[in-house]
């Protein structure tokens, strides 16, 4: 049951567009890890840079996002940038339509 809500999770959160990069935060790989115990959410998720104007926009999202799903209790949302964010995280497809595929 775990597992299904962490992906409902997941899939609740691709909604979340990054305003810079124009694609959702999932497929972005601005989401390093999603943990439930009880209903009780904590999300670990980074941004492009520590700087990145859009670190509030795009908690309010996730929490808006997230808070929809059935079975979610509370939502903590932890940013960090440890490890840094790099275009490697980005889904291949993605990747190579944002041009990154001939740099990385």
């Known amino acids: 049951?775990?597992?299904q809500l962490v992906e409902q999770i997941r899939d609740a959160m691709r909604v979340v567009i990054d305003p810079?990069?124009?694609y959702n935060i999932v497929d972005l790989g601005f989401v390093y890890d999603i943990s439930v115990v009880d209903g009780?959410?904590?999300i670990t998720m980074t941004a492009t840079t520590p700087g990145c104007p859009a670190v509030h926009f795009l908690k309010e999202g996730v929490a808006s996002a997230v808070v929809r799903v059935p079975?979610?209790?509370s939502i903590d949302i932890v940013m960090t940038f440890d490890p840094p964010w790099a275009p490697s995280r980005i889904?291949?497809?993605i990747r190579a339509s944002l041009g990154f595929a001939a740099v990385n």
């Open 20 to 22: 810079e990069l124009g």
């Open 1 to 3: 049951m775990t597992d």
């Open 71 to 73: 079975g979610v209790r």
């Open 91 to 93: 889904e291949p497809v």
């Open 40 to 42: 009780a959410v904590r």
